[in-house]
C-alpha cells in the first residue's frame, strides 16, 4: 500500500543536529525526497537520493537510506532558527500509468536557542 | 531556475461561486502538472494529475466534475472549484515536472493558494 511514515515534531536547540525519520512502504520506488515547508508557502526540494545509494551529503544536509528496512532520515547539521518548518519525506510510486509522489504527514522542527 | 507560480495567492469566495487557480511554470517547459490539497497541519494529498492537451487523471475519492483541470499549454495548467462549498476552503498547490531536468522525477511546487468559501 502507499504509505509513508514520519514523527510529527522535533525540538533541537541552535546549534544541534537535527534528525528526522521516515519509512515508506513502495520498496520499487527509485527516488526518495525531503521537502522543506515553511508556514503558508508551498514546498521547497531540499535533496532526493536515488533507490541505489546509501548516502547523499549536500552541505549540511546528509541523508541516509536503509532500502532493507525501508527507513530514510535527514540530518541538518548545525541546525539554525530559519531551519524552523515542515519536513516531509516523499516516494515515488507509479501508479496509474503515472509517478506520483506520496507524502509523509511532515516533521514539524522547531528551534531554540 | 525551476520556478513555479500559482495565482492567486489568497482567494475568498462566496458558497456557490467559482475560482479558478492558475499555475505556471515560468522558465521551463512541463509536460505533467499535479494538483494537491492540503488541510492544516496534514500532508499534501494528489488530486489530479494533468497532462497538456489530453484530460487529467484524477484520484479516487476526487470528484473530476467539481475540481475542473485545464492544462492548455506546456507551462500553464488551471484549477477551477465549481459550486464551492466552505467544505472546499484549502491551501491548494500545484507542482510541475521539468521535462529537460536532470531528473524526470524532480517536481517544483508553486507557493500555495489559500482559498476560503464563506
Known amino acids: 500500500g502507499e504509505d509513508v511514515e514520519q514523527s510529527l515534531f522535533l525540538s533541537v536547540r541552535e546549534g544541534d543536529s537535527s534528525v528526522i525519520n521516515c519509512t515508506y512502504t513502495d520498496s520499487s520506488s527509485t527516488y526518495l525526497y525531503w521537502y522543506k515547508q515553511e508556514p503558508g508557502a508551498g514546498l521547497q526540494l531540499l535533496t532526493y537520493i536515488f533507490s541505489n545509494m546509501d548516502m547523499k551529503q549536500d552541505q549540511r544536509l546528509t541523508v541516509l537510506l536503509n532500502k532493507k528496512d525501508k527507513h530514510l532520515s535527514l540530518r541538518i547539521a548545525d541546525t539554525q532558527t530559519g531551519d524552523s518548518a515542515i519536513y516531509f519525506c516523499a516516494e515515488i510510486l507509479f501508479s496509474g500509468g503515472y509517478n506520483k509522489l506520496i507524502f509523509g504527514a511532515g516533521t514539524r522542527l522547531a528551534v531554540h536557542p | 531556475g525551476a520556478v513555479v507560480s500559482q495565482h492567486p495567492s489568497r482567494v475568498i469566495c462566496k458558497s456557490g461561486t467559482s475560482v479558478k487557480i492558475e499555475c505556471r511554470s515560468l522558465?521551463?517547459?512541463?509536460?505533467?502538472m499535479f494538483w494537491y490539497r492540503q488541510f492544516p497541519k496534514q500532508s499534501l494529498m494528489l488530486m489530479a494529475t494533468?497532462?497538456?492537451?489530453?484530460?487529467?487523471?484524477?484520484e479516487q475519492g476526487v470528484e473530476k466534475d467539481k475540481f475542473l483541470i485545464n492544462h492548455a499549454s506546456l507551462t500553464l495548467s488551471t484549477l477551477t472549484v465549481t459550486s464551492a462549498h466552505p467544505e472546499d476552503s484549502s491551501f491548494y498547490i500545484c507542482?510541475?515536472?521539468?521535462?529537460?531536468?536532470?531528473?524526470?522525477?524532480?517536481?517544483?511546487f508553486g507557493p500555495g493558494t489559500r482559498l476560503t468559501v464563506t
Open positions: 494533468s497532462n497538456e492537451g489530453s484530460k487529467a487523471t484524477y
Open positions: 507542482s510541475a515536472r521539468d521535462l529537460e531536468g536532470a531528473s524526470s522525477y524532480e517536481q517544483y
Open positions: 522558465d521551463f517547459q512541463a509536460t505533467t
